[in-house]
């Protein structure tokens, strides 16, 4: 009887022992899961907060007063003078700093990082052009001038030191739509290995006042950054059309952008191993300070091409044609005077574009000459209609 009572007593004890383990376990479990709660208690309180915290206003910083005060400009309204918060970096402000305000009492919460235009981060996320001299046709004058301009002060600078020159800073292509001028800067840039920045003069154009400014400032600070590099102005007569005492707000805007642009190109701050090159169809609208020497120093034009030219090109483009028969390339430039690059290349398209109507895998000598027939009726028609608009209306008269 006595043994049997130890052996209940014993039992006793070892299932309470394990009662307790069990219990330890499931403390330390409830433990953690109550560690993780928090931490989603806390996730979302800080998401609330970012939902319910006001916007910030972003400005510029234009003067540090010594007062723990400093003077702002933001972007959308007037140059504040406002108060810096204890807890920001003094050093850090100077002028030209980006800082963040708060709404209720445009106080200096923070010093924003140093960052591009989205203009200009856009603009340097440029793929090389995969354009070469070999695929122009007719503009072998052309293209050695600009070899001389561009590729080779940037290839070869020791020459030019040598010779006791300052190369040409800037080159100017001016000539009637669709002759090459964009294809052109596109070979000089992938034949000379320079970072291409390219953009449209029309992107400078800005609806605060200074924007405009400030982005060609930033944009020849990233192709100093880049060099050597080449900067391709398409259309440069957007901003670069003549200067007019008398004009609207938006006029003098983009008289300021013009005003940037040249000191930009010839300025105290030297371009380096920096090339611009300007692209436009109305030379005769240009405001001639940005066509004086020391800006644009070579000014190259870019006509129709010759019937040697049209050869050219015609061998250009029909280079990867499947072509049936022999194509006389003599007698096709003879009868397309007149015609652009552009239009020449048109006259391909059209011909392969026959050839798919008639169910073929390859062109003929007729199908080129189909082609030349339907865009010489529409360049026809076009040139019609620029004539009806380009001629001087007339005055109505009412009678009495």
């Avoid at 840039?189 to 930033?218: C, D, H």
């Avoid at 061998?315 to 239009?343: M, N, Q, S, V």
């Avoid at 026809?380 to 109505?396: A, F, K, N, V």
């Amino acid at each position: 009887m006595v043994d049997e009572g130890k052996e209940a007593i014993n039992a006793v004890i070892e299932s309470d022992e394990d009662y307790l383990r069990y219990l330890e376990t499931r403390l330390k479990q409830l433990e953690e899961e109550k560690r993780k709660l928090q931490v989603k208690v806390e996730y979302y309180r800080n998401e609330i907060e970012k939902l319910l915290s006001p916007p910030l206003i972003e400005a510029i910083v234009e003067y540090v007063l010594p007062d723990n005060r400093v003077v702002v400009k933001s972007q959308n309204g007037p140059n504040l003078v406002v108060q810096v918060g204890d807890n920001i970096d003094k050093s850090k402000l100077r002028p030209g700093a980006r800082v963040a305000l708060n709404q209720r009492g445009s106080v200096v919460v923070e010093v924003l990082p140093e960052y591009p235009d989205p203009y200009v981060q856009l603009m340097e996320v440029v793929e090389k052009p995969d354009v070469r001299y070999s695929d122009i046709g007719g503009l072998d004058e052309q293209i050695r001038e600009l070899r001389e301009v561009v590729e080779l002060p940037l290839k070869n600078p020791d020459l030019f030191r040598e010779l006791g020159i300052e190369p040409p800073k800037g080159v100017l292509l001016h000539g009637p739509p669709g002759c090459g001028k964009t294809l052109l800067a596109k070979a000089v840039a992938a034949e000379s290995g320079a970072t291409f920045i390219s953009l449209v003069a029309s992107e400078l154009v800005q609806k605060f006042i200074g924007e405009g400014a400030r982005i060609v400032r930033e944009l020849f600070d990233l192709a100093r950054r880049k060099a050597p590099s080449i900067v391709f102005i398409d259309e440069v007569d957007a901003i670069a059309a003549k200067r007019i005492e008398i004009g609207t707000s938006g006029e003098r805007e983009v008289q300021r952008t013009l005003m940037q642009l040249l000191a930009e190109i010839d300025g105290f701050k030297p371009l380096d191993r920096v090339k611009v090159i300007a692209a436009t169809n109305r030379i005769d609208i240009l405001d001639p300070a940005i066509l004086r020497p020391g800006r644009f120093d070579r000014i190259i034009e870019v006509p129709p091409p010759s019937k040697k030219g049209r050869v050219e090109i015609f061998k250009i483009h029909t280079r990867r044609l499947k072509a049936k028969g022999d194509i006389d390339y003599e007698f096709l430039a003879e009868i397309t005077e007149g015609f652009t690059g552009a239009e020449i290349k048109l006259v391909v398209v059209e011909a392969g574009y026959m050839a798919v109507r008639e169910n073929r895998l390859y062109v003929t000598m007729n199908d080129l000459l189909k082609a030349i027939e339907k865009v010489k009726s529409k360049k026809t028609i076009r040139d019609s209609w620029q004539q009806i608009y380009s001629s001087p209306r007339p005055t109505y008269q009412p009678t009495i």
